[in-house]
């Protein structure tokens, strides 16, 4: 069978790593080269099993595949995603360059899958979101489309994240020492760059309500779990139904009743999602907690999602549930 050729930059990286996985284990792809920077020509062992060598990204043959997958920096990566796309390749773009509220170009989708899935299926470009706020954007979806968020809000995020989601490059507060068997915040005050995106997508949506996100740290390397807290416009029934209805159907969420752990989604491209009325209080609110591994369905599995559907591939093929 005729395999597509895809490419992956940047693919000496977390994220990088895992799409060539895919990629590898993919029934209808195939890779066409997977470049590095520091790790240039060498050679290691991947994730699900096989074996990849990283070329250098100035040698990639970027016309030699039908879609490239940039895992480069944010910064890095608007550069080679210009080139890929003067080459006449389709891109996904896992950084933050093309995204919205960081500089999106026009007709380049924010590939929020489940919610953008029509324009990506006819984009030759698509900014995949961010990690925490494909966590936290599917966790809030049906209660900002149904306009259930009480106006003027402040919506209260705090969540979490294995240190994969800080890349591969060596930081000194990253070190084994500095995160094991503790737990901290940072980008505290609001001031984390991922609110820019969960801001404008908030807008694109007409929702008048403020963002407040803390993240932490979580001494495990995947993983993110968000806890959510809405002011709603009324009380809600039957809490679980508008995650329901919003999401039957779709493969790639899971609405549960029990809490979502971290061991329910690592390695799998879900976001697994669960509420709960808040008690004991005057006004009426929700929580939202919402699962997903940061380089499954917070990078690679939705961009391969992505990828699939520019294909004009099943969205699901090769992805692990
Ligand atoms: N980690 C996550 O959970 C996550 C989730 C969603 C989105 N993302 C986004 O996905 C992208 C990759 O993230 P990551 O965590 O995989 O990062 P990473 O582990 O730091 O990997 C970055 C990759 O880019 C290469 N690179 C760095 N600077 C370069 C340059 N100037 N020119 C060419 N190649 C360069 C690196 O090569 P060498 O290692 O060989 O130097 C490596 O292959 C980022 O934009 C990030 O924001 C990450």
Redesign the pocket.
């Known amino acids: 069978m005729h395999k597509i050729p895809v490419g992956v ?10 799409l060539c996985a895919l990629i590898q284990r993919h029934p209808s792809l195939t890779l066409a080269f997977a ?6 020509g ?1 050679t290691v062992d991947l994730p699900l099993g096989g074996r990849v060598t ?1 070329a250098a ?1 100035e040698d990639a043959a970027l016309d030699k595949a039908a879609l490239v997958f ?5 910064g ?2 608007a550069e ?1 995603v210009a080139r890929a796309r003067a080459a006449g390749v389709k891109v996904v ?5 093309h995204r919205i509220g960081n500089g999106a170009s026009e007709g380049v989708p924010y590939g929020l899958t489940e919610l953008r899935r029509d324009q990506v299926r006819g984009a030759d470009c698509v900014a ?4 925490y706020p ?1 966590a936290i954007l599917i966790g809030l979806l049906p209660l900002l489309e149904r306009g259930l968020v009480l106006p003027g809000a402040r919506i209260d995020v705090s969540a979490a ?1 294995g240190v ?6 060596p930081r000194l507060d990253l070190l084994y020492g500095e995160v094991t068997e503790n737990f901290r915040a940072y980008g505290a005050g609001n001031s984390h760059r991922h609110l820019k995106e969960m801001r404008a997508l908030v807008a694109e949506l007409s929702v008048d309500a403020d963002l407040q996100f803390t993240p932490h740290l979580l001494p495990i390397a ?1 993983g993110i779990l968000a806890t959510i807290t809405v002011p709603l416009a009324a009380s809600l029934p039957d809490p679980l139904a508008p995650w329901r209805e919003r999401y039957r159907g779709e493969r790639f969420v899971e609405v549960v009743e029990e809490l979502p752990e971290l061991r329910h989604v690592q390695h799998r491209n879900v976001v697994r999602v669960a509420v709960r009325m808040v008690e004991g209080v005057r006004a009426p609110a929700l929580q939202v907690f919402s699962a997903i591994d ?2 499954m369905k ?2 690679a599995g939705q961009a391969m999602q992505n990828a699939n559907l520019m294909l004009g591939l099943d969205e699901w093929v090769g992805l692990p549930a």
């Not at 940047?10 to 790593?17: K, T």
């Not at 940039?70 to 944010?74: G, Q, R």
């Not at 994969?164 to 490059?169: C, I």
């Open positions: 930059l940047g693919a000496s990286g977390y994220a990088g790593r895992e470049t590095a920077n520091s790790q240039r060498e990283f990204t940039s895992a480069l920096p944010h890095a990566s080679w773009d896992l950084s933050a360059d995949n979101p961010g990690c494909t994240s994969t989601g800080a890349g591969l490059s995947r940061n380089l917070g990078a």
